[in-house]
């Protein structure tokens, strides 16, 4: 430790850390606008400079590490001269447009400008027009509201490995394009809505399906159901201000019942089904000499990049359409038929945790005779809003559970919202699968946690195996060229595109707060910890579902309804 | 066109990231512009991203995106000329031909560029179609400088 003196008060700063970091860890805040956490710094937005004594200029706190006996002024006359002067330029040619603008009241840039005291319109440069980019299922483009912090850009080639989109022109006319400024959707973009998490203004949304989704429950010909994923019950209500961290799964269920969905379903349900049948594959590949490892399919942002990527792995992906997906299926060819509802007067809704939920519930290989699995995908965010539209008050509703026949979960699919939660959910089943018996331990410690890449070789019956978790997609790429170049320890790999998982997923409120990740993450944990069936393949309506309907995993209706292709795509520009 | 290009390529064995603008060089001294092929096969080799290679071509004047037209239009916008009215010059430009720098009209005659200053102050504002200069240009000549051409491409046509 070394001491620098901020303000005339004496801090401990690391050797080597950077100015922003000592700072950030002594309470005191300045603030920036490109700065990323555990990204390298680039020093982009000068928001964070500091005063420092001896140095002529100012200091950007968030690229320049500390020094022993360093004096700094994070708040001097000149310091935040600076700083206002550089948001006032910002809003120069920014569009004044925030009464129309879904991020208001959510808006870095709104917020600095209220905090720097920015009354006025001091600069007036020439806004420039640029056109929406509403090309894809997922994402909406607004150039016009970028301020070129360059978050966006750095997320998706530096964690997700993509690369959709990067800075284009030069000077006054730079922008953030896609390569030749064509629309996302003929990009490489996956549709995982990092950027938007990362995203401090309203230049990059989701597409909204809000005005669909109120047309179906005010339409009293449709029967309107909706589906959660297992994320969405512990990060909704930090959208109505409560801290990370609170399970609302009950109250959930009511509000939405209040908003007039007909039946409310819980996509944990579906996780522990795909668990039934993600298994049984697991166990049919390894026991027949099938491809291996075999990789999941629940998170759609990965397997567009594998399709785009990575072709040539497509047949490690399970086969398993994703949790939404499934349940989708059976609401429309299952629930239908026995409630005596023609599928077509059923609206289904899907409240996710994801931007690429959207695109693949929209892929033609989800939608069969006019049927689409799937109607419509709403984002955490996204139902917050309806939410508040219609006037619920979440703090006077009556905890609900969720609807029959697809109404209960174990915990483990539960934990399908968090890194690792597939993997430890399919090792409990596959393990009864091989053995006959359950596991006494069914906690996993090695796949828990935060971290993007985590392994953990396990013996079930007298093999070996070798079983890998990987989030954010650039630590899947690493570990797909290890197995290029020939490793072959591992059998099954869990991808999330977003690192951390659904929980921290591209639909979530805007944060980019690791502790908070951390924090709804420790509620899956506890909700796995204090209830009592921990086990997909104990879910007894999963088991009543293969009784009168399925007959058993991997059948012909199965296949049928709960499986699917992919396809190597090469019409986009990589 | 798709192995066009290759005989570029082949050129910069063990290539990196560094060679990437030379090889834009070379390629749109071949092909005549950097055409979305070439930019795919470009990063394909290099293991660079297309959003990174646009990224990098359009910071530069000197690279095109559209295969030029039959005559090219230069608009100077250096200081004499612009103190002259250029600006004008180049927003008439491209209102008649509704186009914007860097690209070519959908019939494929004329394309437009903007250059900083192409050494002739004293004629400003100057512009240049395919090497002929037309001098003291104003907002109203625009229309029949450019007539001139498209009578002349037709003439071409109607012979050809």
New interface residues.
């Given amino acids: 430790m070394i001491q620098i003196e901020v303000n005339n008060k004496p801090v401990q700063a690391r050797e080597g850390e950077m100015i922003l970091s000592a700072l950030n860890r002594a309470g005191i805040r300045v603030p920036t606008l490109c700065f990323m956490e555990n990204l390298f710094p680039s020093g982009a937005c000068r928001m964070c400079v500091v005063e420092v004594e001896g140095q002529r200029n100012l200091i950007p706190s968030c690229a320049f590490p500390v020094a022993d006996g360093m004096k700094i002024k994070t708040h001097s006359p000149r310091v935040v001269k600076a700083r206002k002067t550089i948001i006032e330029l910002l809003l120069a040619n920014h569009p004044n447009d925030c009464l129309y603008c879904s991020r208001s009241g959510n808006c870095e840039l709104q917020n600095l400008s209220e905090e720097f005291g920015i009354t006025q319109h001091r600069f007036k440069g020439t806004t420039a027009v640029y056109p929406l980019d509403t090309s894809s299922l997922s994402i909406v483009r607004d150039p016009s509201k970028c301020i070129l912090c360059g978050r966006c850009v750095r997320v998706c080639?530096e964690v997700q490995g993509?690369?959709?989109?990067?800075?284009?022109?030069?000077g006054s006319t730079s922008s953030v394009?896609?390569?030749?400024?064509e629309g996302l959707n003929v990009?490489?973009c996956i549709n995982c809505g990092q950027c938007i998490m990362v995203c401090p203004t309203g230049a990059l949304t989701e597409r909204s399906r809000i005005n669909d989704v109120l047309d179906a429950l005010d339409d009293p010909e449709k029967v309107v159901v909706v589906q959660h994923a297992p994320s969405i019950s512990v990060t909704l209500a930090e959208e109505f201000g409560t801290k990370p961290g609170k399970d609302i799964a009950g109250i959930m269920v009511a509000a939405f019942r209040q908003l007039g969905f007909d039946r409310v379903f819980d996509t944990s349900f579906s996780a522990d089904l795909t668990i039934m049948e993600e298994a049984s594959e697991l166990v049919q590949r390894i026991t027949n000499g099938g491809k291996l490892p075999m990789m999941t399919s629940c998170s759609p942002g990965w397997i567009k990049y594998v399709e785009q990527f990575y072709p040539d792995f497509i047949d490690n992906i399970s086969s398993c359409k994703s949790p939404q997906q499934m349940l989708g299926a059976l609401i429309k060819h299952f629930f239908a038929q026995r409630e005596g509802i023609s599928p077509d007067k059923i609206y289904s809704v899907s409240v996710m945790p994801c931007t690429a939920k959207k695109f693949e519930g929209d892929r033609p290989e989800m939608i069969h005779d006019n049927v689409a699995d799937v109607d419509a995908v709403l984002t955490t965010r996204e139902m917050a809003k309806i939410l508040r539209m219609r006037g619920i008050d979440l703090n006077s509703l009556e905890p609900d559970t969720a609807d029959s026949p697809f109404g209960m979960r174990s915990t483990a699919g539960k934990l399908f919202g968090a890194t690792g939660g597939v993997m430890e959910a399919a090792l409990r089943t596959a393990y009864y699968l091989i053995t006959g018996s359950d596991m006494d331990d069914y906690k996993i410690q090695d796949v828990r946690g935060l971290k993007g890449h985590k392994e953990v070789h396990l013996t079930i019956g007298d093999t070996e195996f070798g079983f890998a978790v990987v989030s954010g997609l650039d630590n899947a790429r690493q570990l797909l060229e290890e197995i290029r170049m020939g490793r072959s320890d591992i059998h099954f790999i869990e991808v999330m595109t977003c690192p951390g998982g659904c929980i921290a997923g591209g639909g979530q409120p805007h944060s980019t707060d690791i502790k908070a990740i951390r924090q709804r993450m420790q509620k899956l944990y506890s909700i796995d910890r204090d209830e009592r069936v921990h086990f997909s393949h104990k879910n007894t309506e999963v088991q009543r579902l293969y009784d009168e309907f399925l007959g058993k995993p991997l059948g012909e209706k199965s296949h049928h309804l709960l499986h699917t292709k992919y396809v190597k795509r090469e019409e986009v520009?990589? | 066109m798709n192995t066009d290009i290759q005989h570029i390529l082949t050129k910069y064995p063990n290539a990196q990231r560094d060679d990437l603008i030379p090889i834009l060089q070379e390629v749109q001294e071949f092909i005549g512009f950097l055409s979305r092929e070439a930019v795919v096969i470009i990063g394909k080799y290099l293991k660079l991203p297309t959003s990174k290679i646009y990224g990098v071509a359009t910071f530069y004047n000197q690279f095109r995106f559209q295969a030029p037209g039959l005559y090219t239009i230069q608009v100077c916008r250096g200081t004499a000329c612009h103190v002259k009215g250029s600006l004008k010059v180049l927003e008439a430009m491209q209102r008649e031909l509704n186009i914007k720098p860097g690209e070519t009209t959908r019939d494929g005659l004329f394309s437009l560029e903007v250059v900083a200053c192409i050494g002739a102050c004293g004629l400003a504002p100057v512009i240049s179609i395919d090497g002929e200069f037309y001098a003291g240009v104003t907002q109203d000549k625009i229309k029949n400088i450019i007539d001139s051409y498209r009578r002349k491409a037709e003439k071409i046509e109607a012979n050809a």
């Fill in positions: 080639e993509v690369s959709a989109i990067d800075f284009a022109g030069r394009e896609t390569a030749f400024g990009s490489s520009l990589l």
